[in-house]
């Protein structure tokens, strides 16, 4: 068989055009899969950093003041969330940049949800608007993948 030149070239244009239909669709696949996976890095950074903010209020010292307690919980949500640029401050907000991207609430001890002994718990909230703010410069279409919101309840006993 034989090919003449001009079937090799039609052949290579014709690869170049399917490259260029594919490669838009490859780009989007490839940056939602890193968008996503640090989306969901972050989640677990904050999961993290609530779940530690309520051992450290619920396990600290009975003579501190209520006050003192919080502080170790932001503390600890800090140590979380610190990695990512995000700290939570003692008027409850969530700050990236010096701006408020969200809530974190760290109650005084009050009776454990569905408690049936009276049991006193600590508990930690962090809500951050993700959609508005989110870690990684956003990619057109990717968004509609990506959570409004990252929100996380944790609970921890007070030690009597």
Known sequence: MFFSARTTRNQRGAAAVEFALVAPLLMLLVFGIISYGYMLSFRQGISQGVAEGARAAAVAPA??????????????????????????????????????????QVSSPQTCTGSTVNAMCVKVTVNYDYRENPLIPSVPGIGIVLPERLSVISEAQVNS
């Open 63 to 104: 003579q501190l003041t209520a006050t003192q307690k919080q502080t170790r919980a932001r503390e600890a949500i800090n140590s979380g969330l610190g990695n990512y640029g995000v700290a939570c401050n003692s008027s409850n907000n969530l700050i990236k940049g010096g701006s408020v991207v969200g809530t974190c």
